[in-house]
């Protein structure tokens, strides 16, 4: 079975200054690896997703995650935080065969600080 | 265009009763899946629908628990006599494309207290 640990339940950050939210998955198999986020009052939206190839990945808004194998983690960046990035982020993972759930981490609330 | 829409937002009920959760998916989308999120959660699986194949019920918690959706159109969440462990906001999200790993579309949810 897959996990997700999503190692922060609350990150405050100040404006333009970077971020870092952390996720580990736990799988002996192959892995997609996701990461949705939640602006306030709105549904959650796909910011970026890991399925093969380079493991830096670019998503919307400026942010990136990285796929590390050995490390069993997807972290994911920004270099510089805006007031509008203040949001929930969920990290997910499921198998490539595609009849597998996500399983999605906890969340971690984002708070940019002005 | 239109998202993911759900009601009602909000539905408080009394410990016992059944209720009826209803989600619009984007129009087109063969895929449609229901979550629920429980307070300090992550989001729990609850069902998927792809087309007309047999859904995948493995993430329903009890028997309490169905779903139904005609061909690709709306979907209803039924819970049936409620607990207040129910307590919690169901999501539902829809997608173009068969497969859990395809982008999934959300809707806002509907927040269930149950008393």
């Known amino acids: 079975a897959q996990s997700v640990t999503q190692l922060d339940s609350q990150v405050p950050v100040f404006e333009e200054a970077p971020v870092e939210l952390r996720c580990n998955y736990s799988?002996?198999?192959?892995?997609?690896l996701f990461w949705y986020v939640q602006y306030p009052n709105q549904g959650l939206q796909l910011l970026l997703k890991y399925l093969s190839g380079s493991t830096l990945v670019k998503g919307i808004n400026g942010f990136e995650a990285e796929f590390n194998k050995s490390q069993t983690s997807f972290h994911l960046r920004k270099p510089s935080v805006h007031i509008s990035d203040t949001a929930e982020y969920f990290c997910a993972v499921t198998r490539p065969s595609g009849n597998t759930p996500l399983v999605f981490g906890k969340g971690t609330r984002l708070s940019v600080i002005a | 265009g239109a998202g993911v829409s759900q009601s009602p937002s909000n539905k408080v009920t009394e410990k016992g009763k059944d209720v009826e959760l209803r989600c619009d998916p984007i129009s087109g989308h063969t895929a449609l899946y229901w979550y629920r999120q429980r307070l300090g959660q992550g989001l729990e699986f609850l069902i998927y629908f792809q087309g007309n194949s047999a859904p995948d019920k493995s993430g329903l918690p009890s028997d309490r628990f169905s779903a139904e959706r005609t061909g690709e159109s709306v979907s209803t969440l039924t819970i049936q006599r409620t607990q207040q462990e129910d307590s919690a906001v169901y999501l539902c999200a829809s997608s173009p494309l068969a497969g859990y790993y395809n982008e999934q579309f959300f809707g806002p949810g509907t927040r269930l207290t149950v008393l």
């Open positions: 799988s002996s198999v192959s892995v997609y």
